[in-house]
T-cell receptor, first 113, second 115 residues
Framework: EDKVVQSPLSLVVHEGDTVTLNCSYE??????LLWYKQEKKAPTFLFML????IEKKSGRLSSILDKKELFSILNITATQTGDSAIYLC?????????????FGKGTKLSVKP | DTGVSQNPRHKITKRGQNVTFRCDPI?????LYWYRQTLGQGPEFLTY????????KSRLLSDRFSAERPKGSFSTLEIQRTEQGDSAMYLC?????????????FGPGTRLTVL
């Protein structure tokens, strides 16, 4: 059965710290891996990764994919209280319908002032 | 606002009642997805449309659930004879659907509480 596992499940840091969130996956017919940020509402898109070793960057956030070892990391540098959220990792699979994303349970990040 | 919209945002109902939710995707997106999310879990896939065709249903979608997208634009998700276990956030997402991109954009969700 396809699965996506995120770690840690929760994390508490102080403003200014750097954090690394992990996502590992076991799926057949991998297509892409996506990261979302979820506050008290719907997930908002951060990154989509399809190729190994190519870092995607947006401000203080960056992410990279390793398709050989089947994992991705999301880095956040110089964390701010506004980074507090649940970070979701999802994998899209190839297949007949190309329909759905398989989500992990998320990492709940709390950034203390 | 050109994002995905959902309504109602909140719904409280009594067990056994029927409820219907609506999703309006981003206008140029031909793929539309429904997910369910419970506390402490990531979203779980329910069903997916390419234009008006419903192409996939999860085993989570019991026969009490039905989804439609009659004109390939907005979609409705109906739950009949609601049960307390149906209480969850129901999320809708849309994507362009062309090529290899599967970047899904989510709406704000409908939070269902079944008493």
């Amino acid at each position: 059965e396809d699965k996506v596992v995120q770690s840690p499940l929760s994390l508490v840091v102080h403003e200014g710290d750097t954090v690394t969130l992990n996502c590992s996956y076991e799926v057949t017919n991998f297509r892409s891996l996506l990261w979302y940020k979820q506050e008290k509402k719907a997930p908002t898109f951060l990154f989509m990764l399809t190729s190994s070793g190519i870092e995607k960057k947006s401000g203080r956030l960056s992410s990279i994919l390793d398709k050989k070892e089947l994992f991705s990391i999301l880095n956040i540098t110089a964390t701010q209280t506004g980074d507090s959220a649940i970070y979701l990792c999802a994998v899209a699979v190839k297949g007949g319908s190309q329909g759905n994303l398989i989500f992990g349970k998320g990492t709940k990040l709390s950034v203390k002032p | 606002d050109t994002g995905v919209s959902q309504n109602p945002r909140h719904k409280i109902t009594k067990r056994g009642q029927n409820v219907t939710f609506r999703c309006d995707p981003i206008s140029e997106h031909n793929r539309l997805y429904w997910y369910r999310q419970t506390l402490g879990q990531g979203p779980e896939f329910l069903t997916y449309f390419q234009n008006e065709a419903q192409l996939e249903k999860s085993r989570l979608l019991s026969d009490r659930f039905s989804a439609e997208r009659p004109k390939g634009s907005f979609s409705t998700l109906e739950i009949q004879r609601t049960e307390q276990g149906d209480s969850a956030m129901y999320l809708c997402a849309s994507s362009p659907g062309q090529g290899a991109r599967n970047e899904q954009f989510f709406g704000p969700g409908t939070r269902l509480t079944v008493l």
